[in-house]
Antibody, heavy 121, light 110 residues
């Protein structure tokens, strides 16, 4: 069974760094892109970026490029989302999701449970 | 960059009624690359429809998707209590490479 397990909730201060994780299991981790999606409180879904763990090819939404770093360690089937200097506006729920892609479809078929990040002084 | 606009923002209906949700793209989208998701409170989104009209695994047949070009529709034929949630459409565009979501439609109990 495919499963994406995310790391636990984080409470940080502005200016601190953070790295959250998404561990895949039940499928060949290196064969599927993993995307990150932000959901701010009471708001909709925003695609942040995507990584192919097989070769670490990474693409970012223009809205998030330079603001976060996406990485992956295929040896432990885990993708990461990190910030070097958090802001209060980074407070949100962050989801990872597996991308299913072919000539006939492109969608996020499995999702992690989400990681709540709270940034407050 | 393609923008997806969903309407209405909120839809108030009763169980047993039919729901029709719209997703309009700012330019033509490949039907293969249009998906719908359901999100209930406190839960991660769930894939409902892919390729504009194919139901994902385990999705009841009261959910159906249709459309092409710039206009897509999600229809729920007979609302069940568990269907009251927020629904998002999402598209993939290759130039630039983006996986854009609509802003969502909240389906609430009337």
């Amino acid at each position: 069974e495919v499963h994406l397990g995310q790391s636990g909730a984080e409470v940080k201060k502005p200016g601190e760094s953070l790295k959250i994780a998404c561990k895949g299991s039940g499928y060949r981790f290196t064969n599927y892109w993993i995307g990150w999606v932000r959901q701010m409180p009471g708001k909709g879904l925003e695609w942040m970026g995507i990584i192919y763990p097989g070769d670490s090819d990474t693409r970012y939404s223009p809205s998030f490029k330079g603001q976060v770093t996406i990485s992956a360690d295929k040896s432990v089937s885990t993708a990461y989302l990190q910030w070097s200097s958090l802001k209060a506006s980074d407070t949100a729920m962050y989801y990872c999701a597996r991308l299913r892609f072919s000539s006939s479809w492109c969608d996020f078929d499995y999702w992690g449970q989400g990681t709540q990040v709270t940034v407050s002084s | 960059e393609i923008v997806l606009t969903q309407s209405p923002g909120t839809l108030s209906l009763s169980p047993g009624e039919r729901a029709t949700l719209s997703c309009r793209a700012s330019q033509s989208v490949s039907s293969s690359y249009l998906a719908w998701y359901q999100q209930t409170p406190g839960q991660a989104p769930r894939l409902l429809i892919y390729g504009a009209s194919s139901r994902a695994t385990g999705i009841p047949d009261r959910f159906s998707g249709s459309g092409s070009g710039t206009d897509f529709t999600l229809t729920i034929s007979r609302l069940e209590p568990e269907d009251f949630a927020v629904y998002y459409c999402q598209q993939y565009g290759s130039s630039p490479r983006m996986y854009t979501f609509g802003q969502g439609t909240k389906l609430e109990i009337k």
